[in-house]
T-cell receptor
Framework: QKEVEQNSGPLSVPEGAIASLNCTYS??????FFWYRQYSGKSPELIMF????GDKEDGRFTAQLNKASQYVSLLIRDSQPSDSATYLC?????????FGTGTSLTVIP | NAGVTQTPKFRILKIGQSMTLQCAQD?????MYWYRQDPGMGLKLIYY???????DKGEVPNGYNVSRSTTEDFPLRLELAAPSQTSVYFC?????????FGPGTRLTVL
């Protein structure tokens, strides 16, 4: 069974710091990964996706994919209190998506 | 565009009752999904559809049924509610890899 695991968390960082969120996956054939942000009581929203090895930057967010290590991460620079949420990583398998259990991030003002 | 809409927002069921969770999207997406999210957990796929008339099981389909008669609508049916089905249910739609989620239905089975 394809699995996506998020083992870290909950995570607390001070405002302005870098938050690092990590995810591992079991399917070596996976080609793409997605990071969703979910505020408490709300639905998930897509914030980043990455298809190739290396880094992808979008504003304060950087996604990193290492296919050899089957590892994907999300870095949030200059963390803000508004970044406090649960972050879910997801990988596709056929027509389905497999989500990790999420990492709760709290940014302390 | 309303995006993905779900009704109801909240529902309490008694054990053995049945209900249908409604989901509609106005983005003309072929792919639609039903997930459940238990407290502190990620999303588990219940059923998905790749187009009108085509549905398939996800990770946790037992106790649920779906239909997809139109591109817009993807209702989820619970036939005999059980306490284990207490959860938040999210419907999503998408094309390619991105999924857009509805606001969710919080279901409690007592």
């Amino acid at each position: 069974q394809k699995e996506v695991e998020q083992n870290s968390g909950p995570l607390s960082v001070p405002e302005g710091a870098i938050a690092s969120l990590n995810c591992t996956y079991s399917d070596r054939g996976s080609q793409s990964f997605f990071w969703y942000r979910q505020y408490s009581g709300k639905s998930p929203e897509l914030i980043m996706f990455i298809y190739s090895n290396g880094d992808k930057e979008d504003g304060r967010f950087t996604a990193q994919l290492n296919k050899a290590s089957q590892y994907v991460s999300l870095l949030i620079r200059d963390s803000q209190p508004s970044d406090s949420a649960t972050y879910l990583c997801a990988g596709p398998g056929g027509n389905q998506f497999y989500f990790g259990t999420g990492t709760s991030l709290t940014v302390i003002p | 565009n309303a995006g993905v809409t779900q009704t109801p927002k909240f529902r309490i069921l008694k054990i053995g009752q049945s209900m249908t969770l409604q989901c509609a999207q106005d983005m003309n997406h072929n792919y639609m999904y039903w997930y459940r999210q238990d407290p502190g957990m990620g999303l588990k796929l219940i059923y998905y559809s790749v187009g009108a008339g085509i549905t398939d099981k996800g990770e946790v389909p037992n106790g649920y049924n779906v239909s997809r008669s139109t591109t817009e609508d993807f209702p989820l049916r619970l036939e005999l509610a059980a306490p284990s089905q207490t959860s938040v249910y999210f419907c999503a739609s998408g094309e390619g890899d991105e999924q857009f989620f509805g606001p969710g239905t919080r279901l409690t089975v007592l």
